[in-house]
T-cell receptor, first 116, second 115 residues
Framework: GNSVTQMEGPVTLSEEAFLTINCTYT??????LFWYVQYPGEGLQLLLK?????DKGSNKGFEATYRKETTSFHLEKGSVQVSDSAVYFC???????????????FGTGTRLTIIP | GAGVSQSPSNKVTEKGKDVELRCDPI?????LYWYRQSLGQGLEFLIY????????KSGLPSDRFSAERTGGSVSTLTIQRTQQEDSAVYLC?????????????FGSGTQLSVL
């Protein structure tokens, strides 16, 4: 079946440090890949996505590239801020669309704390 | 409302009791999902409603779990004869047309604790 494996946390970085949160997946074909973020006290929200190989998703200074050859979708940011402190979830949906393929499969989440 | 609303935000119950969790999706969203997050686990899919179609119940862990969606809007997740392993955060999400649009809007969840 489909699965997502994320870098275990928690991760603590200083402000302006470079961030990488690793994510690898297991799925047949070409799934769509997502990063969701949950800020303290808020609901999960979509951060970025990529729907085909070599696509790069980006938002709020974060980037992730869909790498089919390594089945990875690592999240990166060049200079993190205190406001980036949150829990980050990698997720996928199966290739193709029909009813029954709408389930997002999530990783376990990585808690990121940025200290000033 | 402006976002997905869930109630209660916290629920403490005794083993063996039934609980009901409520979700108000964003107005006009036809797709509604329930997920749960247990300690140290990823988000686990439970059930999916899309318009008037029969729901996808494939993620419900046992027959103690059921959900309904009345009038294509509000949804209630019911857990009967709760067990300690049911303790988790139950998240509801909605989207305009399902994952065709690939963006789910999540509520803040209900933290369920079964003593």
């Amino acid at each position: 079946g489909n699965s997502v494996t994320q870098m275990e946390g928690p991760v603590t970085l200083s402000e302006e440090a470079f961030l990488t949160i690793n994510c690898t997946y297991t799925a047949t074909g070409y799934p769509s890949l997502f990063w969701y973020v949950q800020y303290p006290g808020e609901g999960l929200q979509l951060l970025l996505k990529a729907t085909k190989a070599d696509d790069k998703g980006s938002n709020k200074g974060f980037e992730a590239t869909y790498r089919k050859e390594t089945t990875s979708f690592h999240l990166e940011k060049g200079s993190v801020q205190v406001s980036d402190s949150a829990v980050y979830f990698c997720a996928l949906t199966p290739a193709g669309y029909n009813f029954g393929n709408e389930k997002l499969t999530f990783g376990t989440g990585t808690r990121l704390t940025i200290i000033p | 409302g402006a976002g997905v609303s869930q109630s209660p935000s916290n629920k403490v119950t005794e083993k063996g009791k039934d609980v009901e969790l409520r979700c108000d999706p964003i107005s006009g969203h036809t797709a509604l999902y329930w997920y749960r997050q247990s300690l140290g686990q990823g988000l686990e899919f439970l059930i999916y409603f899309q318009g008037n179609s029969a729901p996808d119940k494939s993620g419900l862990p046992s027959d103690r779990f059921s959900a309904e969606r009345t009038g294509g809007s509000v949804s209630t997740l019911t857990i009967q004869r709760t067990q300690q392993e049911d303790s988790a955060v139950y998240l509801c999400a909605s989207s305009l047309e399902g994952l065709i649009n690939e963006k789910l809007f999540f509520g803040s969840g209900t933290q369920l604790s079964v003593l």
